[in-house]
């Protein structure tokens, strides 16, 4: 995410968690302690939002000082420190959860992406990929978190690349109609996919020039038919509540590309703690 | 959530997700065709953020209607309609994404909230609240949500209440100094609330005059020891990993409150659907 | 205040004054030319303000030094060098009315709360506290000017605290009934305050439970009568077109707040004087 | 103010003063409870802020009809009403103290304006105009309060005239080149003004071609022999704290123009209260 | 362009264009003075922007009604009435300047579009396309407008497709790898995009897998061969000081696209007029 | 144009260009690759702009350095280096098109302004002015870019000075209640302006005091008819489709402006390369 945007949503949501500023350290704490934290996971994961949790102290403070241990999509055990984080008690305190909610949220979704990846067999050219489901506000980071666990993004957004779902396809009068409009009106630089829900619907697909199919809640059978018809002329795109234990079965079978919703609007929060340690005045 | 934060917070959301434009109902949707849409929770849920999913529409197209059929806070069943939309098929496409992202997300969070709610026994005064645990530019929508799922709110924020940790205590150099210090920067509106980890920093919180303590990773017995020293003197919050089945017994004993980072930090999606039907042309 | 909400206060307030820069600098003052400046009380005053003074001129230009004399909340001689600045003399010249502008201000506001505060006798527990009757955009600074002049702060916004008023008491039905449910909506870290007219709906609100109650426009006698009846059980905050030559007798009442709208609303700008002097090119 | 910059501030107030919600009326006021209210002059004084009254109400909630009975620039006695409002109550109380604190500084302004312009004899034409010396983020509107009064603007900023001081005449080594300077960078539609101290400066600042001539601190006497060496080769401008007892003298004189900082740095919030009574659910 | 972006921009441009407000007409024009108006050609045009145009007198009052009398992408005569506008005869003095500055420059971007599509024989498949030489801060206006002019867009950003230029190959250490890198980083809807100087890199571009290259400063003959030796395997582009006078020979000689940064850096503002008539009072 | 607004817009344009951040060099390009640039004139062009295309290197990365070797206003040759840069490829390739974007707009508006102010004869007073037809959302940039051209500026928006035009006129009743309703509303520091199509309004503008008079779409033998008459008493601005061919014969007729809207909304882009040379990793 590029730094002028990053820092523009750092600051409304440090706005957001320390309002008119944070009281208890301004009462209690005396703005020349100095401190130092660690952040350390309790949980084995993959690292994900490095850049965000460093500069939510940097925009509190640029005086602080932050050392990253481990780079974005590295994978680490329980115990690991990921940060070392230097500099005023008040600053630090003021930053933490700020800083600890994007990370663990980031974190959380480069696991839960990383865990899906490795469920593909190592000979099997399936991508995992992320959808649209994405938190509010979020999308960027989120999907680079997607790619820190190994993923790959789906497109971007309504703009950067034509999908014709069934809606369209019915307003349309027919896929082939539809592909047609969609390829006119496309930037040359991207691929038009569409959604089809039977293995008829993905002839038709196939016939219109698609040049992605998404096969919509196909069974395995369906999918293994679906590659069979295709025969390379698409990339095939595997959708619709699909669990862990399905992609090993899916990849085997030849799809392209699984795409997951809940990579970023279920993923739970990777658990990071902060310990701050106060160091006296500088 | 007032109506111009929440305007501004959904219009970056949008913009996010349409970029330049919803290029393929562009390509492929005529403009003056209408649609219908119903958005059908498919499983049991709370209802949350029902005015952040009218107003998405509303942002894309002022001419769009959104019907509501159940209040926030309302238990549904998986099967409920809760949105009629009406309005032209490129408006409705266009906001389908981002609505869902808002009310899928702030659904999910009322839903887990009103598990943890409904776990208290019906005679006990304990109250579920949340934490700052929150989704990075979500905190107001998602603290309406978890007050929707009948679960309270922690403090908004660092600037608008006292809560004493274990760093503050050691700057401060004890708990007396550190509360009196705090309350003599508060508002006099606001209690001041004190972290402990031991009985007898309770002890120590009770005789500085805390209105509140949070009791830090207390097993259950301890926790029956601290309301029998409190007898009432303060607010007892139970706070650390506390899981769904620990309510009960935590509510028995007599606890004024339990927090619950999950709520918000890890509470899945709740699962609706969104049904376009295009009506033709007006 | 938080510094990227400051520093956006002072961007907006820049481009007011500045507009598209200023003319009559770049017309006369070549680039390069050096100035040194002092800013001087012009009258006994109480310092506030300090950190917005000085990053207006940091703002408009990184490289300018602001040396700061005295800390906020210091009490001050007329002939007081408060700040000394160094820079080119182009950003001198063009941040000097915007920043007079805050610190003359904010100053205005500390020294009329410290003339509050220093007529409560020292025996007395009496706070003085301002109101929400701030300057539109300017409420952070302006609380923060009054705590600087040895005064507190009421609740910072409708958002954080409950104040109930004879319009909530009569649609309520009662004040028990407004207390009952103020709360239960209320977080509960915060104290419910109700407003009372007379006697009468003192015990009212004492009765309901309410923690903190507001004496509107109550005669000394009627104060000293309230203060009879609650007995400790509630704050009392006196309220009403309260002038300085009553604090006195209502702090010697035992009262606990007297609220001054005054304090933020017609507080004279301070009498602060900035000399520069040209240096010669560097 | 143009609407969508006046609608940007407005919603930056309500957010101040809003926060998170009016949790008091949310817990205690049922959302379809109607109310109305009236704006009502506690004192003399001249009307200014309309729009931004009228705005506040409906920013909270466009459904709020505001009815206004006298226009800006109107002089009223105690006791008259000047705004009607009928909407929901919540909207009224959630509007309220913003756009009482818009309306009472700016009528506050516009009344003392009047005072100093109804000091000007009635064959004088002397005008009063303000300066810079405006609330942070308020410009515009108090200078549209200051014309309300009755007065004149100055310079809207330092980007759209010439105003030549000490600092300028002494890094350009003279007045005559500085004029020459800001005369050719100026905008053709601009007048250059300069600052003097003495009768020598201001023979030198006539000879030099100034459009207009600042006297600072000049004594009647003096002001006096420049109008008298002046002879309409340039507007004068009186400057230097002028109190209301002098306009009357200055401007027989025969001055052109007076300018006076505390309009809008000093103005006391004028007296105006809003009764709100509410009329049940529609 | 979304409604929420281009409001804002609109919002910006006003604020840019009125400042304080349109003195002008505030001394001289009643406020309830009526006027009507009529855009009108003045040169043979593409219209395009005719959203901005309408939306500005919308955002400068919501009262003025606009109607449009032909739609983006269509050619007109010298003469042709575009728009007609009502409202108050301020609220039109108000916003024509702006809405013209919009709709000029959009005009004439899509002018010139039409006049390359224009040369492209009938039977060629070649598309002129846009580049990133778009005006700061109106690149989606100004993409619309080449679309008006029947040209398509290139990519959005850099971030929606890949283009591997000279610099890219030289650090990746030739084009295999710097496709490969690509390819893996890419999302899969997009296509990857290669520049080449000579014939030579071509070949090495489409034994890497290009699926467009971008001929770079080619002469005819060299884009004839380039034709030949790529035979359908990739989209070719070409690109480099393109004149209208060549369009018609690369067209035939089978080349995909030709991209022109002029359509959007140097179009010439198209010659529109708008007449206001005032109407007397409403 | 002051710097926090000049970072906000080209924080704006890097959103534009860079989207979700510069795929291909993430890609292809190592994050601790070094660079090189240096910017080169193509042509014969005036520098403007300097400001922007340095910081907009500065807002993608603070460590990128910029040097530049000939100040805004300077004529350079086709070949000359106008700005040397270093820091990593990466973000030399993400900054170089909006970089470029700027300048080469700026540079095309101050080179077209000098020619039409070399086009002045040395001996005459007349000033080349621009006009309100400038591209949305950079008037404060093009504006400088004019100065830097050797021409002058018109009035910067609608709230700066008074321009009266024929439908004022009309809906004013005549030109002698215009000007005294305008200039008695004008802020003292700004002149009158008055727009005539004949020499009998411009009699009457010189009746009613206008200080300035704009001649719209006079012939040559009228402007000179208009100087005799004027004879000194008022500015005579000189408008209405003048071409560079016409400057010489207007200035010798003795008229003090021309405007030229051209300069701003129809300049073609200067002709400026940038050579990024790779250097390794530091």
């Known amino acids: 995410m590029i730094s002028p ?4 949503l750092i600051d409304r949501t440090l706005a957001e968690d320390l309002g008119a500023g944070d009281v208890t350290s301004e009462a209690v704490v005396p703005s020349t302690t100095k401190a130092t934290a660690r952040a350390v996971a309790q949980q084995p994961l993959v690292v994900a939002g490095g850049d965000a949790f460093a500069r939510v102290f940097y925009r509190v403070d640029p005086g602080v000082r ?12 329980a115990g690991t420190a990921l940060f070392a984080i230097d500099g005023t008690a008040r600053a630090l305190l003021a930053a933490e959860r700020t800083a600890l909610n994007f ?8 696991t839960l992406a990383a865990r899906f990846v490795a469920a593909v067999p190592p000979e099997c050219k399936l991508r995992i990929v992320d959808t649209r489901k ?3 506000g979020l999308r960027a980071l989120e999907r680079e978190a997607v790619r820190a666990g190994g993923a790959h993004n789906h497109r971007d957004n309504l703009g950067t690349a034509i999908l014709i779902k069934d809606n369209h396809v019915a307003i349309a009068g027919g896929v082939k109609n539809a592909v ?5 009106r496309a930037v040359h630089m991207t ?9 008829e619907e993905l002839d038709e697909a196939l016939a219109a020039g698609a040049d992605v199919v998404l096969l919509d809640n196909f069974t ?26 399905h ?25 990071i703690s902060l310990e701050i340690t106060p160091l006296g005045a500088s």
Request: aromatic residues 2%.
């Open 220 to 245: 395995l059978d369906a999918v293994a038919e679906a590659v069979r018809r295709t025969a390379g002329r698409a990339l095939l795109e595997v959708s619709g509540g699909v669990k862990l234990e």
């Open 134 to 136: 994405t938190t509010p």
């Open 191 to 199: 691929r038009v996919e569409v959604e089809v829900d039977t293995l």
């Open 180 to 184: 047609a409009r969609a390829r006119e």
């Open 5 to 8: 945007l990053l820092d523009a």
């Open 103 to 110: 990370v663990q949220r980031l974190c959380g979704i480069a």
């Open 247 to 271: 992609i090993a079965a899916i990849a085997r079978l030849g799809a392209d590309l699984v795409s997951i919703g809940a990579l970023t609007h279920s993923a739970p929060a990777a658990d």
């Open 66 to 77: 932050v050392e990253r241990f481990v780079a974005d999509g590295t994978r680490v055990e």
